[in-house]
């Protein structure tokens, strides 16, 4: 049973990224143009949002967009810029996800991680010049994505 919700999940994942808006975000683009994707969704990230929280290893994200769906679960999407206000980072916060479901989409999605002791685990996408990683949160599991030549 399983292995096949695994199955379905990654069937999902394969074609949930291209009805996300965000996932048209490119790396660079600055607060205007990512507001404009939203359909006017983004809006300033909020204390108690935990997709707005400083995940290890990155920055204090400055935007949020709420209620979206990714891989078949609910979930929250934050946004940092750098000084120059070109995004160089996004947050997926999946509250109440499960941290092993999530390494095995990954696992199906991306292959095997950089280096398969470390931990937390950190995934390549050359594709789309991005590194993800997954991480815990409170009351949930997060991905970082974050552009390679930053890292």
Partial sequence: MRALFLAVMLSVAGSAPANAWWQYAEWGMNGSQLASASGGRLAPCRADAPACATPPGGVLPSRLVEGITMVG???????????????????????????????????????????????????????????????????????????????
């Fill in 73 to 151: 679960m609910a979930a929250s999407a934050s946004f940092a810029f750098d000084a120059a206000d070109k995004l160089n980072q996004t947050v997926v916060y999946f509250p109440g996800g499960d941290m092993g479901l999530l390494v095995s989409l990954l696992r199906g999605i991306y292959g095997t991680p950089v280096d398969e002791q470390a931990t937390p685990k950190v995934w390549r996408d050359t594709r789309r010049g991005t590194e993800l990683t997954a991480l815990p949160a409170a009351q949930g599991v997060m991905l970082l994505y974050r552009p390679i030549a930053a890292r």
